[in-house]
């Protein structure tokens, strides 16, 4: 899947393009964000993250995520690794430059990578037709819970084609700047699915995602897979 995202109704200045690979016992995810236009003259930002996991009674348990993201003037590095005991381990450098509230080996025990999450969201939609799902997620720094829930299905903007649709909710627990911390809604999105792929797979073609650094939307330019190939925006 390649995504082009923009700056709330402002221009394009990022690419996102994410594989999923999936067999019976396992499954693997590989993204990499890069930006363009004056956001890379500016920012510079190249991030990968690959994670791979087990698949248990038809749960996706990931058992290792690496994070690499250099940008101009500070390379960022993350490792988590997955036990199966649910006790979760995390390295990364350098250190948050701001005071933090750190996520505990408590609050870590059980969570999930958030590539892994908007797998879990995709395949429980595609079995049961809702959106209603909590995950407990923690990405290295920050831990936090999302949660899904349905909006009244729709058409995706620009093309009128049948969607359904998520609302998400981002609830800061641990990990954010001292003064953005605390267990609220901090942060909101919506997000557009639909089947263009052979079987019940169910494919993201739209999220926005509001935030307290503005608001961005990612709308799906390409998709192959299933002996599909499918292009709606260059």
Known sequence: ???????????????????????SEGYSIAAVAETRGLADLFLGLHSKLDVRGRVAAGAFLPQAMRAETPRRGLDL????????DGVVTAEVTPPPAQPIAAATPAQMRGTIDQLTAYLVLARHLARRGSCALTLAVFDGRRHYDLSFTDAPPGALPGTGDAAQVCRMSRYRIAGFPAEHSGNET?????????????????????????????????????????????????
């Open 1 to 23: 899947m390649r995504f082009e995202v923009f700056g709330g109704p402002g221009p394009h200045f990022m690419t996102l393009t994410a594989t999923v690979d999936q067999w």
């Open 77 to 84: 590095y993350t490792r988590i690794d997955y036990g199966a």
């Open 186 to 234: 901090a942060d909101q999105g919506i997000l557009w699915f639909a089947r263009p792929l052979p079987g019940d797979l169910m494919v993201p073609v739209r999220f926005e995602f509001a935030s307290e650094l503005g608001r961005f939307t990612a709308e799906l330019a390409e998709l192959r897979g299933r002996g599909a190939d499918l292009r709606f925006a260059e």
